[in-house]
């Protein structure tokens, strides 16, 4: 009886914590690192977005992203759900991506799963920002993203699609605000 009094106290005292999610770290990429330029990013984001979705036509969205930095800073974990800004339980964007320093500490690669399947895209850092490009797995077509902050601190995002004549042709856009 003696033992059962421990293990039952024990049980009552650790049943609060069941269900808590620990206390995600946050620990940013060191100065010299290549990864530091993205250091603005880690948080939680909600804005407006558009897509242009087949016939559809030209979509509104409300758009979160949530960014972590993850393994002591040597990974950036972006989730992003999209929903329809006319019916909140339709989701038209869901996708989790990681940008990731490589073992030589001096690459960066870049990698995403969608709701429609695995991306590989090239990736490359940029003042403010970054951009991403690709053969999109379902059209075929050349695609490519460009993320800055501007000068309010906004996440603006804007996608592109190659035309049949080369020219650009953008077929989504979203402005987040850090919350």
Partial sequence: MRRFVP???FLALAAPLVGQSPAMPHTPPPADSPLAPLAFLAGDWEGDAWMIMGPEGRTAVRQREWVRWMAGGT????QGVGRLAS???RVVHDAFATIALG???RTVSFRAQTMHGQLDPTFR???NGFDWEM????T???IHYEMRLDAQGRWVEKGFRTGPT???IQFFEMTLKRK
């Fill in 75 to 78: 990974v950036l974990a972006i």
């Fill in 166 to 168: 080369g020219e650009r």
């Fill in 87 to 89: 019916d909140s339980s």
């Fill in 103 to 105: 073992n030589d500490r």
């Fill in 7 to 9: 293990l039952v106290l």
């Fill in 135 to 138: 053969v999109d797995p379902r």
């Fill in 125 to 127: 850092i940029v003042p």
């Fill in 140 to 142: 075929k077509m050349q």
